[in-house]
């Protein structure tokens, strides 16, 4: 049986008001189209400040929980 997988690509930073600050960008089909996004956002203001913000949350179509996490 074939595992459908689904690749959400989510950028946190710390913020003064708030703490932590987690901000999901898009649910794509292929890690390659995720990783393609963040290279787009790099550089963008409110991204850019935090590059090690970013992450990939890896989830099985069907599934109860996260597979895997992806630290960029």
Known sequence: MIENKV???VHAK???QNGLTEFE???FSTLE???VEKKKRENVLGFKD???GFR??????D???CHEIIYL
């Open 7 to 9: 690749y959400i690509l």
């Open 63 to 65: 599934k109860d929980f």
């Open 33 to 35: 189209r995720a990783l």
């Open 25 to 27: 960008i898009g649910t």
């Open 56 to 61: 990939i949350e890896v989830f099985i179509i």
């Open 14 to 16: 710390e913020t003064k």
């Open 50 to 52: 935090y590059p090690k």
